[in-house]
């Protein structure tokens, strides 16, 4: 692809100056379109942090893979070069030069100027990525410092660069040519994308990959040429497509597929205006991965699509479970949950009219989705356990064994309850609570260890922060099934203090406390602690991480002092940097634990909002999460070993 399109701007003789002229009628309505735009950047790509900048890249992306399901591109290349400038290049037919007689322009300048239907603003609906050429360009062009693009349509080679969404030049014809493709290359906006214009390597492969599975066949390759010493590259193509993606999951979570092959189930409707596709495989473990994608776009809500998934599995496994006697006339019908207990399984949907609702857009509303997929898996999923008898053994055998564990769960949370009920629902002994009831106030500690808990205590403002003291090892949530959860003696205190329930119950209307956080060791137990309590807030009480209330302290390492001066460095870094500025003899104290320091060092760096640092959990990223928690403390050692190693400077800020 190097050569197609690599085209020298003095060739073709470009003035890169802006020419002051009359503008047309239709010219004004461009130029005030590029200005809503950069007026509130918000509105079209979500945001103007990190996760907007790299929306720059997927909506110009997208535009290569419509080529591809259009059938006229096999491969699209993403680079970064230096300076974090983004080059996308793909062979397709290129994009159309003609020039548009009611315009006046080419289909090119249409692409990069003109804001389009669909998107988050214009016609309601949101982008629809099939088929849809160019809806986001445009978007992209005026939120991008400056902006090339180079088509090659097997004639000619063409050239257009664009400063802020404005044309520097009109469309210049090059040289002659016998390839095809496209090109483009833009730098992003400091002024629009203050917080930062530095794309992350592993945010950009993670999406390109998710695209690839989404999109089977298609060829995408990732290059990193900004460090010239350490070139990164690469290259997603999935013949198998959400086969393949399902496959990729169970293997990364480090858990055992109780059965080899995907299933898979496609259709569509008699109108032809949607079609979903179905790959499922059940694993060792007890937890499910759900992932919906509409139009090629991550549903993190879910919505119709996978509200039939779940309705329309849960009462053909029940239809099978009774017709061949795997469930007595009397039992109960197995819950959704019992169903998809270690269930993988990747949802895609395309349909003309996508309706997303939602604040942030990732919901399906198409009604028309929901029984078309109930309706496929009702037909499909009978005719495949009876002709899979194995599969269908190991899976039920599962389920069941779910359903007794969550009756015998049911029966321990009861007695549990009643036990409490008995005692009145007190909070638990070890709780030292706050006086404040507000929780957009108030704050918990969740303290290893009572050494640590008593200088929490002491250095509290016990007006709006309750402390939590944990003590021994945590149960590790990620091997256990719910019926240990709950009457476990170290959970049920977090339970009963956030007071917000777990699992199905989770209820953040109940939740006793804003924040919720966790502090402890900055040694391996103290990291140890810290993971378990993620997976258990990540498995049983997700929408605490989904809301941002759960946070990590960040205790100092270091004490500096200087006669009576003294300083704190949270990293060796700092005490280096520290230690640089200070001249003459200084005493340095690495803390080897919380409980090494008095009430007043612990408040002053650590628990006052003033001075303290602490980090947020967000979960940002669904596949990532649910890898690091299965391999982190799943059953495989290999893995988790591996993951460490290559993980190790990150995982003590585990940031899932
Ligand atoms: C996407 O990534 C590769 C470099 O260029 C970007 C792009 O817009 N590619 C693109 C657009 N390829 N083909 C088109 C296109 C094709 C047709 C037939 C019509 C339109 C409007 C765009």
Redo the contacts with the bound molecule.
């Keep these: 692809m190097e050569d197609i399109l690599n085209m020298d701007i003095e060739k073709t003789g470009i003035e890169n100056t802006k020419v002051e002229k009359e503008y047309t009628a239709d010219e004004i309505q461009v130029l005030e379109g590029l200005e809503a735009v950069r007026k509130r950047p918000g509105m079209y790509i979500g945001s103007t942090g990190p996760r907007g900048l790299h929306h720059l890249v997927y909506e110009?992306?997208?535009?290569?893979?419509?080529?591809a399901l259009?059938g006229?591109?096999s491969k699209?290349?993403?680079t970064i070069l230096p300076g974090d400038i983004i080059r996308?290049?793909?062979n397709?037919?290129?994009?159309?030069v003609g020039i548009n007689a009611k315009t006046g322009l080419s289909?090119?300048t249409?692409?990069f100027t003109v804001l389009h239907a669909g998107g988050k603003f214009g016609g309601g609906s949101y982008k629809v990525s099939g088929g849809l050429?160019?809806v986001g360009?445009s978007v992209v062009n005026a939120l991008s410092e400056w902006l090339e693009?180079r088509?090659c349509n097997g004639e000619n080679e063409y050239f257009q660069r664009f400063e802020r969404g404005h044309e520097m030049c009109p469309l210049k014809k090059g040289e002659a040519t016998t390839k095809t493709?496209?090109?483009?290359i833009f730098k992003a906006d400091a002024e629009i994308f203050q917080e930062t214009t530095e794309y992350e390597f592993k945010v950009l492969e993670t999406r390109l990959r998710e695209q690839a599975f989404l999109n089977g066949g298609i060829h995408i390759e990732l290059t990193d040429e900004r460090n010239p010493d350490e070139i990164k590259v690469k290259n997603f193509k999935y013949e198998g497509g959400i086969k393949s993606y399902v496959e990729y999951l169970n293997k990364k979570k480090a858990v055992e597929p109780i059965h080899e092959d995907i299933i898979y189930f496609a259709t569509s409707n008699a109108e032809d205006t949607a079609s979903v596709e179905v790959a499922m495989q059940y694993n060792d473990s007890y937890n499910e991965l759900i992932l919906s994608f509409a139009n090629n776009i991550h549903t993190t809500d879910g919505g119709t699509h996978e509200d039939g998934f779940k309705r329309g599995l849960t009462r053909v496994m029940n239809e099978y479970a009774r017709k061949f006697n795997k469930l007595k006339e009397s039992d109960q019908n197995l819950s959704g949950e019992d169903i998809r207990e270690g269930l993988t399984a990747v949802i895609s949907v395309k349909v003309k009219e996508a309706q997303f609702e939602g604040q942030t857009k990732a919901k399906l509303g198409n009604t028309e989705v929901r029984s078309l997929i109930e309706k496929m898996l009702n037909e499909k999923v009978m005719i495949f356990l009876e002709e899979n008898p194995k599969i269908a053994k190991a899976i039920f055998e599962k389920a069941i064994a779910s359903a007794k564990a969550r009756e015998a769960a049911r029966k321990a949370r009861d007695s549990v309850r009643r036990k409490s009920a008995l005692e009145g629902a007190k909070l638990p002994g070890k709780l030292a609570d706050c006086q404040s009831k507000d929780m957009t106030e108030t704050e918990i500690y969740i303290v290893e260890g009572d050494s640590a808990g008593g200088s929490a205590k002491g250095g509290r403002d016990r007006r709006y922060q309750a402390i939590l003291p944990l003590w021994g090892k945590m149960l590790n949530v990620e091997k256990a099934r719910a019926e240990s959860i709950y009457g476990n003696d170290k959970l049920n205190p977090v339970i009963t203090a956030l007071g917000c329930g777990i699992g199905e119950e989770c209820d953040l209307s109940k939740l006793r406390y804003g924040k919720v956080i966790i502090m402890a060791d900055a040694d391996v137990d103290g990291q140890h602690i810290r993971t378990l309590l993620l997976t258990f807030f990540y498995r049983y009480m997700r929408p605490l991480i989904e809301e941002g209330h759960v946070y990590i302290a960040q205790p100092p390492l270091y004490r500096i002092t200087k006669g009576k001066e003294h300083k704190y460095a949270y990293s060796d870094m700092e005490r280096d940097q520290i230690l640089a500025t200070i001249d003459g003899k200084t005493d340095v104290q690495r803390y080897k634990g919380l409980g090494e320091m008095d009430s007043d060092q612990l408040w002053e760096t650590t628990m006052n909002p003033e001075t303290r640092t602490m980090l947020r959990i967000e979960l940002n990223d669904i596949v990532e999460a649910d890898e690091t928690f299965s391999i982190l403390m799943g059953d495989k050692v290999e893995p988790r070993r591996e993951f460490i190693e290559t993980n190790a400077k990150f995982v003590q800020n585990l940031d899932v």
Excluded: M, Q
């Design positions: 110009i992306v997208d535009n290569a893979i419509d080529e259009a006229y591109c699209i290349e993403v996308v290049r793909d397709g037919r290129g994009i159309p289909a090119v249409v692409v050429h160019g360009a693009v088509v493709g496209t090109e483009v």
